[in-house]
């Protein structure tokens, strides 16, 4: 299915990475439309391998509610998507924009929302909100209470999924700090915030609280705002300007470095009429660096961090700096909640997991989630190979330890998973549908089989290192050198062990009779292609003795013996050939 994803903040690299990992499953096509630059940030990067960029110039940049892209209707009949995933609120200028267009090429479209307080808004943002409430298939909602607002606003609750913001677990780490913090000037306990300098977020607050403070800290403080100039004046005032520290923009990539910076990241929003805390992004992305946090209690942050940081009630000064003390005062305190906030990012706000609940919204858009498991339960080529592996007598070789190259929707892995094989691991260029769903021994990895080095990957991610039972079903003819593959499939296969293939037949009947569209000619990945002599002398070269090999067509029956060469796939079963090569 194609996707066509809009979304301001996607001129950050770090935002891209729950896409990288939504463009991983195997039936997602990827295009990304952001502007070349949101307020004072440009476009950090232009192209990835895995999707399509088009950045584009936005009238009234910088303007959250406003802004629109010139030229989206030639984009969207340019990709023809069967998704228009549009990453903006359901009142805005842009979302209207995408969701008429939607509507007119018969496109399916859901928005993001995280206005978490019921709201009116004056004309035209009422008019835009309804069209676009009552035009878009699906909603989604980055906590409860933001759903139960668009419920109140009349969109269905099976049409409004909950799902987090996620952070890149692998960028946000702990890292060693210490050259920035001395460049900093960073030399005692270091209290930090990251965010927008507004009245809201309440960072005159954590000055006050911080000043109370009779032992020796820093205050670093990343970001900007209007309220610049009053946090300096109220610095002054309450005589802690020598301990803070102003870090204006950095890239998004060099946020961990300064979060590795400090001991602990406070986050004091204050509810207004108009706002309270949505979720609290800084927070996932601090307990994934292992910074322990001190939230206040608007809005989502007490979810957001649940017991794996502090919470004071917000406007609290005394209470803000006893939580802060007591963390300078507890290191084992600081361990304990540092190891705990990393976990919970693990368990629940990685980039994949966010991913893999997208995932399941578009399945749910393209009414295939239940197609889907019917489709993969009766896929007609793994049943074929299952009911070629039992004329084999394999399928009853129970305890083996199986590898699938090439598993495709996982069919056959999750079959041989159920039926008491042994370890069962399935690879292949990207990963099937709910690749988590499984046995106990079941494992997917996302391998390209054309890689030199794809035997040390494999390897390097599982604790075995030979196999009973490789299955390499339809996947030779892919590749750029099916000669030094099977050498390495000879590597991993232990000495009594079976490898299966299978491969289009040249010559075959169908090829014969109708040569331009025939099953090995469809295929416009196919590189090398054999008949029943060519492989076998290719497995010979390889080291493999062919035990079984033949391309019979089944549907002739007892005759089928005699018609030996002529089938439409080769099945081939080879054991390693114990004399010297």
Same mark, same amino acid.
């Given at each position: ?14 935002y891209h990475k729950r896409f990288i990992e939504l463009a991983k499953f195997r039936d997602v096509e990827l295009t990304l439309v952001m502007p070349t630059k949101w307020g004072n940030t440009r476009l950090e990067n232009e192209y990835c ?79 835009m909100e309804g069209y676009n409430l009552k035009n878009a298939d699906y909603a989604v909602a980055v906590s409860d209470e933001i759903r139960n607002v668009l419920m109140r606003k009349g969109f269905a609750k099976e049409q409004i999924p ?7 677990? &692998? ?6 700090? %210490? ?9 005692s306990f270091t209290i930090g915030f990251t965010g927008r300098f507004v009245k809201e977020k309440g960072v005159v607050d954590l000055l006050k609280a911080v000043s109370r403070i009779n032992k020796n800290f820093n205050l670093l403080l990343?970001? /900007? ?41 406070? &986050? ?57 003390? &007591? ?23 990685? %980039? ?33 190979? &299952?009911?070629?592996?039992? /004329? ?58 054309? %890689? ?130």
């Amino acid at each position: 299915m194609k996707i066509l994803v809009l979304w301001k903040a996607l001129v950050s690299e770090t935002y891209h990475k729950r896409f990288i990992e939504l463009a991983k499953f195997r039936d997602v096509e990827l295009t990304l439309v952001m502007p070349t630059k949101w307020g004072n940030t440009r476009l950090e990067n232009e192209y990835c391998s895995e999707y399509n960029i088009i950045p584009r110039k936005i009238v009234l940049n910088g303007f959250n509610h406003l802004h629109w892209y010139p030229g989206l209707a030639k984009i969207i009949r340019r990709v023809m998507p069967d998704i228009l995933h549009i990453e903006e609120e359901h009142y805005s200028i842009v979302t209207y924009q995408a969701i008429r267009l939607a509507k007119k090429n018969n496109i399916k479209c859901m928005f993001v929302s995280l206005q978490n307080i019921y709201k009116t808004y004056p004309f035209p943002f009422s008019w835009m909100e309804g069209y676009n409430l009552k035009n878009a298939d699906y909603a989604v909602a980055v906590s409860d209470e933001i759903r139960n607002v668009l419920m109140r606003k009349g969109f269905a609750k099976e049409q409004i999924p909950v799902i987090p913001y996620g952070v890149d677990h &692998l960028m946000y780490r702990a890292i060693e700090s %210490q050259k920035l913090k001395s460049k900093l000037g960073l030399d005692s306990f270091t209290i930090g915030f990251t965010g927008r300098f507004v009245k809201e977020k309440g960072v005159v607050d954590l000055l006050k609280a911080v000043s109370r403070i009779n032992k020796n800290f820093n205050l670093l403080l990343v970001g /900007s705002g209007k309220l610049r100039h009053k946090i300096e004046v109220e610095g002054r005032r309450l005589e802690i300007s020598e301990k803070i520290r102003f870090i204006d923009y950095i890239p998004s990539s060099q946020v961990p470095y300064y979060l590795n910076c400090m001991d602990c990241l406070v &986050l004091p929003s204050r509810t207004t009429k108009k706002w309270k805390e949505q979720f609290g992004r800084v927070l996932i992305e601090a307990m994934s660096c292992e910074v322990p946090v001190i939230g206040s209690d608007s809005g989502e942050i007490p979810n957001v961090i649940g017991d794996c940081g502090l919470i004071f009630k917000e406007g609290d000064v005394d209470d803000l700096s006893s939580k802060i003390k &007591l963390l300078i005062d507890n290191i084992d305190l600081r361990m304990e909640l540092a190891k705990k906030g990393r976990q919970r990012v693990l368990d629940n706000f990685t %980039q994949k997991v966010v991913a893999r609940e997208t995932y399941k919204v578009y399945q749910k858009m393209m009414c295939l989630e239940k197609v889907h498991n019917s489709i993969q339960a009766q896929n007609a080529s793994d049943t074929v190979h &299952l009911r070629w592996m039992e /004329s084999l007598g394999l399928q009853k070789s129970k305890g083996l330890n199986v590898l699938d190259l090439g598993c495709g929707s996982g069919y056959l892995c999750r079959k041989f998973s159920k039926e008491g094989y042994g370890t069962v691991i399935g690879v292949d260029i990207k990963l099937p549908v709910d690749q988590d769903k499984g046995g106990e021994g079941l494992q997917f990895l996302q391998i390209d089989l054309n %890689q030199k080095d794809w035997v040390l990957s494999l390897l390097g991610a599982i604790a075995l290192e030979r196999f009973d039972l490789i299955l390499a079903f339809d996947i030779i003819e892919h590749l750029n050198a099916p000669i030094d593959f099977l050498k390495k499939v000879k590597k991993i296969l232990s000495d009594s062990g079976s490898l299966v293939l299978t491969t289009p037949n040249t010559n075959s009947w169908e090829r014969l009779l109708f040569p331009k569209t025939w099953s090995g000619a469809r295929d416009t990945d196919h590189l090398t292609l054999f008949n029943v002599y060519s492989l076998q002398f290719l497995l010979q070269r390889a080291g493999f003795l062919s035990v079984h090999i033949h391309a019979r067509i089944n549907k002739l029956g007892p005759l089928a013996s005699l018609f030996p060469d002529w089938g439409g796939q080769i099945l081939s079963l080879n054991r390693k050939n114990q004399k010297k090569q």
